[in-house]
């Protein structure tokens, strides 16, 4: 069974930057891989998706702009870059998978495999 084991969250201030990273235990380059957030008091949302070995990549209105997903297959690794944060960006985030492509990921709002325990990103005003 595939395992998720997300870093990188931290304290920025408005303005900053952050590269989240996301670590797979099992073999994930065949996968579509997403990432996700949960802020305080809302159900977890999706953020950015993208598919296994093409550039087609997927963003939530609120961060397209601002957010980079990418990949590295060699390292069963997946990436998000976060420019220009803000506050409202606050949350716990978390990576996951699909099989069926990222355009499922958009589509479900959520992967197939079990979540980790995602990492903390605090921006401060």
């Known amino acids: 069974q595939v395992q998720l084991v997300e870093s990188g969250g931290g304290l920025v201030q408005a303005g900053g930057s952050l590269r989240l990273s996301c670590v797979a235990s099992?073999?994930?380059?065949?996968?579509?891989m997403g990432w996700f957030r949960q802020r305080p008091g809302k159900e977890r949302e999706f953020v950015a998706a993208i598919a296994s070995s093409d550039s087609r990549t997927y963003y939530a209105d609120s961060v397209k702009g601002r957010f980079n997903i990418s990949r590295d297959n060699g390292k069963n690794t997946v990436y998000l870059q976060m420019n220009s944060l803000k506050p409202e960006d606050t949350a716990i985030y978390y990576c996951?998978?699909?099989?069926?492509?990222?355009?499922?990921?958009?589509?479900?709002?959520?992967?197939?495999?079990?979540w980790g325990q995602g990492t903390q990103v605090t921006v401060s005003s």
């Open positions: 099992g073999r994930t380059f065949s996968y579509a």
């Open positions: 996951n998978f699909s099989p069926r492509g990222p355009e499922s990921i958009v589509r479900m709002s959520s992967g197939f495999g079990p």
